[in-house]
């Protein structure tokens, strides 16, 4: 028994800081659930999505390109502060287009987003420069900081359904200055740093459909809160709804995205991937389990107002179940660098999501948009599949 925890000690260090940290959102997003109107926590979850949508167009494919490219120490710590570097200039240069559509206030969650949050750069340099100690700490540390700040907003603030945009002002000064002491601490040669800056035009023209395929991939995860806001006639409220029933069918991904983490350099060396997916496969079936008994309680007990989302719940459930299975294949053709090919796959899941998610709304509605979403990350699992074999899996 021993014997087997040590050999999963990695798993167990950085999947509880991804639980504790997920724990920590959901903590703050079933008290904004609770004690703020549907109205003001449907507007809360929209703005939310908003930032972590933009983060991704912001952080420009950065990560996945440092997790696919970064092997030795000097290329990892170069081409995360050039990829700092980057994401900045590209934060100026888009702020006049968000101060024209009166969407300036954004500018500074997003940019956080995308440097310092879990789609963001920082979090990669940890976890393929220190090790997933090292990152499970970080991620840890800056979760506390982070959901403290957002819950204190609610409990005092006016403007509660600003929580998540707002929360950015307050801590994005403190990530600065630890950014700068990380870079500080590591020496950073100007001779080394030049030769990594022609290394990373070469990459940043090379990796515009990285860039693409990531910016689909998570234009798909949110396409079902931007179709509610479009076309519903009371679409707040229906974006609440929908998140509560999302957010929990989400617990499903934690355990992918985890196991899938931890062992990224294990899957660019060996390309083994059928007895990882085994392990998955065997964690999201128990853990399902869980989140069923967890929402049944839920709705039965503190928030009966969501009681009605009850068959949303399960058709969304057994969407996440496709997009779980789908992670770790996705991130084998980003290692293997089939780039494109993944950005045909995602664009053509997109739209497929969008066409289908505007017609079934129309006949079932929230459920109209769970059902597109079955058979589109059906599709895309299945694709995904066929290539990943094609293509040396083991």
Known sequence: ?????????????????????????????????KYLSKQDYGTLEFYKKIIELGAVALAFGLPSLLLSYTRSVGSKINLTFLSFLFISALALAVAPVLYYFNYQFLLVPILFHAVFFNNGILPVYFITNRGSTAAAIYKSVISIVFYS????????????????????????????????????????????????????????????TLVLSNFANIMFLYTDILIIELISSNSKVDIADYSFALNLCNMLILIPLTMVQVEIETIKKTKMVNALNSKILKNITMFAVVVIIGYLFLINTFYQNFQSTLWLFFVILVAKVFQAHGVLLGSYLLVIKKFRLNLYINIFALFFNIIASILLFKFFGLIGIALASILSLSVRYALLRYFSNYFGAK
């Open 1 to 33: 028994m021993l014997k087997k925890l040590k050999s999963n000690k990695k798993y167990l260090v950085y999947g509880l800081s991804i639980i504790f940290s997920r724990g920590l959102e959901y903590f703050v997003l079933f008290y904004a659930a």
């Open 149 to 208: 700040i957002v819950f204190t907003i609610l409990l005092v603030s006016e403007n509660k359904s600003l929580a998540f945009v707002n929360v950015n002002y307050f801590i994005l000064p403190l990530g600065l200055l630890y950014l700068f002491k990380v870079f500080w601490n590591a020496d950073i040669s100007k001779r080394f740093l030049w030769k990594y800056f022609k290394l990373f035009q070469k990459l940043l023209l090379s990796s515009l």
